[in-house]
C-alpha cells in the first residue's frame, strides 16, 4: 500500500507472506477433497490435521476439540444459539456484557426474540466488566456466560479466568470471544476455565473468512451446519482446506512471535499514546491503562468528529478507525463509549489507532503530527470549541 501508515490492525492484518506461501499448494497441487480416498485428498486431509493440532496445542487442548468455522462472527453465533438451545431445558437466561462484538451482542438480540432473556453487566469506566454486578445478574435458570476476552475498540482485557470460575462453580457454561486477544496474548483453555472460544485468522495475519471454535469435551451442542461429517459431523461442507492451513500457520507463527510482536507493539502504543496526551489538549485516552492489549490506543477529542478526523487522516495516507468498523457509516457512536460512560458528543470524536508489529516509530511521529494538524484544523472550524475557548482560557 505504498506510502500508507496502517494503523487498524484491529479491523483486519495483512496475510503474513509466509501464510499465503503456505497456502498456495492447497489450490493448485493438493487439491483433492479432504474426504477422499486417494493420495491428494488425503495430503489435504493431514494438512487440516496438523492445523488443528497446532491451534490447540496453542490454547492447551485437545485435538478434537477444535473446530473450524468460516470466520468469529459464525464461532459467536454457534456458540450462543447452540449453548441456548442444548440447556434451554434448565433455563432461558443468559448474561453477557454491554461490550461485546455485534456478533455476539446481534446474536444475543436474536435469542431475545427467542423467548430466552440476557442481562448485559455493566463495565466500569476503564471498560472492565464489573464482576460483582456479574455475580448478582446470575440466577438459578441462568445457562450461559458471554464475556469477550479483550475490547475490539478500546483494548480492555477482561478476568477472564475469575468469571470463568464464577460460571464454573455454579454450573453455568463460559463462552469467550477471544477474536482480538488470540495469537496475541498467552491464552490457556483449561486453566482459564472456558467451555467454547471464539477466533479469526485475519486479526493474527492469517487469511479472511476462516477461524475457528474451540469446544471443551462434553458439550452436548448441535451442529452449526447439517450435511456431511466434516468436523465430526458439527459443521459440514467440505473444508476451507487453503483457509485451514493459512490459519494454522498463521497460529504457530503467532506462537512463536508473540513475545518479541507484544514487545514491539508495546512500545509503539505507549510511544503514541504519550504523545497525543502531551501535544493535543482536550483529549481523553479511552480505556484500562495497564490491563490492555498491547497494540491498541483509544482516544476522544473534544470538539472533534470522528468521521471528519478519519476521512482527513486517509488523505494522508493514514488508515485508523473511530471505533468498530461495524459502526461507521452509522450515526450511531459506539455502544461500546457510551457504556464507559462517554457523552454522545465525546464519543463522536474518537479515534482508534491498532499498530502492528511492522509500524515504525516514523510512522508514529507522522501519525502524531497528522492528528494534531487535523485536530487544530476541525476545531478552528467548531464553534462549540470558540465558546470554549472564550469561556475557559483568559
Ligand atoms: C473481528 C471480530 C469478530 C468477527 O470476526 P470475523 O472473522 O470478521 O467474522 C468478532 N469479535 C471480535 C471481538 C472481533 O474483533
Not at 479432504?34 to 489435504?44: C, D, K, V
Not at 432461558?92 to 444475543?108: M, Y
Not at 459440514?236 to 518479541?260: D, F
Not at 497528522?370 to 464553534?383: D, F, N, T, W, Y
Amino acid at each position: 500500500m505504498g506510502q500508507t501508515i496502517y494503523l487498524d490492525h484491529a479491523a483486519t492484518t495483512k496475510t503474513s507472506p509466509q501464510v499465503v506461501e503456505a497456502m498456495l499448494p492447497y489450490f493448485t497441487d493438493y487439491y483433492g477433497n479432504p474426504s477422499s480416498i486417494y493420495s491428494a485428498g488425503s495430503a489435504a486431509k493431514g494438512a487440516v490435521m496438523k492445523a488443528r493440532e497446532t491451534i490447540a496445542a496453542t490454547l492447551g487442548v485437545k485435538t478434537n476439540e477444535i473446530y473450524f468455522t468460516a470466520g468469529g462472527s459464525e464461532a459467536d453465533n454457534w456458540a450462543l444459539v447452540a449453548a441456548a438451545e442444548a440447556y434451554e431445558s434448565k433455563g432461558k437466561h443468559i448474561i453477557t456484557s454491554k461490550i461485546e462484538h455485534h456478533a455476539v451482542l446481534h446474536t444475543c438480540a436474536y435469542l431475545e426474540k427467542r423467548g430466552f432473556e440476557v442481562t448485559y453487566v455493566n463495565v466500569d469506566e476503564n471498560g472492565i466488566l464489573k464482576l460483582e454486578e456479574l455475580k448478582h445478574a446470575i440466577r438459578p435458570d441462568t445457562i450461559l456466560i458471554s464475556v469477550m476476552f479483550a475490547n475490539n475498540e478500546i483494548g480492555t482485557v477482561q478476568p477472564i479466568k475469575e468469571i470463568g470460575a464464577i460460571a464454573r462453580e455454579r454450573g453455568i457454561l463460559f463462552h469467550t470471544d477471544a477474536v482480538q486477544a488470540y495469537g496475541h496474548m498467552p491464552i490457556r483453555a483449561e486453566e482459564m476455565n472456558i467451555d467454547m472460544l471464539s477466533a479469526s485468522g485475519h486479526k493474527f495475519y492469517g487469511p479472511k473468512g476462516i477461524g475457528f471454535l474451540y469446544i471443551r469435551t462434553g458439550l452436548k451442542l448441535r451442529s452449526f451446519l447439517h450435511g456431511g461429517q466434516q468436523e465430526r459431523g458439527r459443521r459440514a461442507g467440505t473444508e476451507n482446506v487453503p483457509g485451514i492451513v493459512g490459519i494454522g500457520k498463521a497460529a504457530e507463527l503467532a506462537a512463536e512471535r508473540m513475545e518479541e510482536n507484544e514487545k514491539k507493539e508495546r512500545a509503539l502504543r505507549d510511544y503514541l499514546t504519550d504523545r497525543i496526551e502531551k501535544e493535543i489538549p482536550y483529549c481523553r485516552l479511552n480505556g484500562d491503562r495497564e490491563r490492555r492489549l498491547s497494540n491498541n490506543v483509544n482516544f476522544s477529542f473534544r470538539f472533534v468528529e470522528g468521521e471528519s478526523l478519519l476521512i482527513m487522516l486517509d488523505m494522508k495516507g493514514i488508515c485508523a478507525s473511530s471505533g468498530s468498523a461495524c459502526t461507521s457509516g452509522s450515526l450511531d457512536p459506539s455502544h461500546v463509549l457510551l457504556a464507559v460512560g462517554l457523552p454522545h458528543e465525546i464519543a463522536h470524536g474518537s479515534l482508534r489507532l491498532t499498530v502492528g508489529a511492522e509500524n515504525t516509530r516514523e510512522e508514529m511521529d507522522r501519525t502524531v503530527e497528522a492528528i494534531k494538524e487535523i485536530v487544530g484544523k476541525l476545531r478552528e472550524m467548531s464553534p462549540l470549541y470558540e465558546d470554549f475557548i472564550k469561556k475557559n482560557v483568559p
